[in-house]
């Protein structure tokens, strides 16, 4: 509604806008990030920590991890989860090019930072299994979101929140 309601020029200046975007912006051919160049900003970043490698399964997750200006290394986005009832295998993902990358570039760990569904759980085993040979496999914690309520929380949550728990500083 609030396109219809907004002068033809600037809805033809939107619709262009996204025409544009979809024409210039593809994947980074080294971590399959989204990026208007061939190599994304991140990768070129000679700043990052290139010991390091976290595993998201799409660029959602790279802009989310990034706005917490926490984690300071590469990232290899795999294009989504396997999902045997969706048809989505590990050949549909990066899956491949995250081995090979791992056994040439040697990482000092891979942090797993895939949701913990059904199949964000199969994919971070599976991969995990894959890349345990070349180098250390973490995932992050996962546990109750800061607000949250123990009463309402599932009992898989509780056990990860109780399983992810740290010592206070």
Avoid: W
């Amino acid at each position: 509604m609030h396109i219809l309601k907004r002068p033809e020029a600037e809805v033809e200046a939107l619709a262009q806008a996204l025409i544009d975007a979809k024409k210039q912006i593809g994947l980074c051919q080294v971590c399959y990030h989204l990026s208007a160049e061939p190599v994304c900003e991140i990768c070129r970043n000679p700043n990052r920590d290139q010991t390091t490698i976290c595993v998201v399964a799409d660029s959602r997750d790279v802009i989310a991890l990034e706005k917490t200006r926490e984690y300071k290394g590469k990232y290899h986005v795999l294009g989504g989860v396997i999902s045997p009832m969706d048809g989505i295998g590990p050949e549909q993902l990066t899956v491949q090019s995250l081995v090979r990358r791992v056994s040439q570039q040697q990482p000092k760990e891979v942090i797993m930072a895939i949701s913990p569904s059904i199949e964000g759980e199969t994919t971070t085993l599976y991969i995990g299994q894959l890349l345990k040979p070349f180098t250390k496999v973490t995932r992050i914690a996962f546990g109750l979101p800061v607000g949250g309520d123990l009463e309402y929380a599932d009992e898989v949550t509780l056990a990860r929140a109780m399983e992810g728990r740290r010592e206070l500083d």
